[in-house]
Nanobody, 124 residues
Framework: QVYLVESGGGLVQAGGSLRLSCAASGRTLSSYTMGWFRQAPGKERELVGAISWSGYSTTYADSVKGRFTISRDNRKNTVYLQMNSLKPEDTAVYYC?????????????????WGQGSQVTVSS
């Protein structure tokens, strides 16, 4: 069992930046691929990006490529989502999730453990 807690969300103006953190406890994060997902009101949960257990492989949704960066520090048991050039359409609850280290999954069903979510609101 791994427990995930997100932090760093908030209100920011369009064009601004935020960094989300996801701290894990219970098991070491190096056992997992880590993903960031988001869900806006009335919409389905969607992948933002994911990072392999080693940190050497990442994947991103087209909508955030070039603006968002996922990184991880396995020694600190923490994963990060750096969000730059934020847009109002990035407004959502952001979740981190842990899944099998065998692949970098892009679907929510491939992730077994989830954080409680962190609200990000981007004003225009």
């Amino acid at each position: 069992q791994v427990y995930l807690v997100e932090s760093g969300g908030g209100l920011v103006q369009a064009g601004g930046s935020l960094r989300l953190s996801c701290a894990a406890s219970g098991r070491t994060l190096s056992s997992y691929t880590m993903g960031w997902f988001r869900q806006a009101p009335g919409k389905e949960r969607e992948l933002v990006g994911a990072i392999s257990w080693s940190g050497y492989s990442t994947t991103y949704a087209d909508s955030v490529k070039g603006r968002f960066t996922i990184s991880r520090d396995n020694r600190k048991n923490t994963v990060y989502l750096q969000m730059n050039s934020l847009k109002p359409e990035d407004t959502a609850v952001y979740y981190c999730a842990a899944g099998s280290r065998l692949r970098v999954g892009v679907n929510a069903v491939e992730y077994n453990y989830w954080g409680q979510g962190s609200q990000v609101t981007v004003s225009s």
